[in-house]
């Protein structure tokens, strides 16, 4: 398929087809059509390794990571997968104790606002509630 037709179906814009392409993460075969300038042609391989790409970004990846899980030998692909295996994880633990701390705020003003206002679980985060938004 012609760049329009992966782009469409990727819902990329062509620009960004294309820098993924210039950045090495994806290589579409040369078409026969087109003359001296060959039209690149795109695969379903090329639609699983877009769809990569995203999942990667949505994890917090950079293009120079996610390229790494594309390209690079297994035992580098694992190491990263799994330091952001771990980083996602953390990052739930902390949304968790985020919510459990709005669950408490939520109560203690429904309640009238008695008595010490609740405090967040983890140390990292206890600035949000020093803050004076109490």
Known sequence: MLISEFARRTAL???TVRYYVRAGLMTPQQGTRGGRNPYQEFSEADIRVADVIRFG???GM???EISA???APYESQLEILKE?????R???????RLARYLDEKIEWINAGSHG?????????????AADGCD
Do not use: I, T, W
Not at 84 to 88: A, G, P, Q, S, V
Not at 116 to 128: C, F, N, T, V
């Open 84 to 88: 952001r295996r771990d980083d996602l």
């Open 13 to 15: 814009s062509v620009d």
């Open 62 to 64: 950079s293009l120079k």
């Open 116 to 128: 010490d206002p609740p405090e967040l679980e983890h140390p990292s985060l206890k600035y949000a």
């Open 57 to 59: 970004q949505a994890l």
């Open 90 to 96: 953390a990052r739930g633990e902390d949304l968790l």
């Open 69 to 71: 899980v594309l390209h």
